[in-house]
């Protein structure tokens, strides 16, 4: 059961669900935006990327959050996903994060980019 996320219901009045490149697409924000520590059960859960806000943006910064984020889906998402690749790069204020990866179950491959801090454009 793939679920939406944010939790809601649907007209029914039941758990509304998505499709699974949705709930996928979906699961990798979670990663992302949850910060080590933050889910008791699940200490290691998450990279910390939306905490990065605060830091100095640069080169350094992106090369070890690409390695940080790619781990991360490889062992919370490799049941549903292959990762092909992360590339992080720093332009101005914002940390650009674009995720490649194949869904196992089609074998479809997939891209999602996704841009922090500053004034994304």
């Known amino acids: ?9 649907d007209n029914s009045g039941n758990t509304a669900q998505t499709d699974l ?3 996928i697409r979906d ?11 933050e889910r008791v ?10 905490a990065l806000v605060f830091a100095p943006n640069s080169d ?5 959050q690409q390695q940080l984020i790619q781990a991360a889906l ?7 996903i292959r990762v092909v690749g992360v590339d992080v790069s720093n332009i ?8 490649r990866y194949i869904i196992v179950q089609t ?15």
């Open 41 to 50: 059960n699940r200490p290691t859960f998450g990279t910390g990327t939306a």
């Open 92 to 99: 101005d204020a914002t940390l650009n994060i674009t995720v």
């Open 1 to 9: 059961m793939n679920l939406q996320y944010p939790y809601g219901l």
């Open 107 to 121: 074998q479809q491959p997939q891209t999602q980019q996704l841009v922090y801090g500053g004034a994304a454009a």
């Open 27 to 37: 699961m990798i924000e979670q990663i992302l935006f949850t910060s080590p520590g």
């Open 74 to 80: 490889q062992q919370w998402l490799s049941d549903l």
């Open 21 to 23: 490149p949705s709930h």
């Open 60 to 64: 350094s910064l992106a090369a070890a």
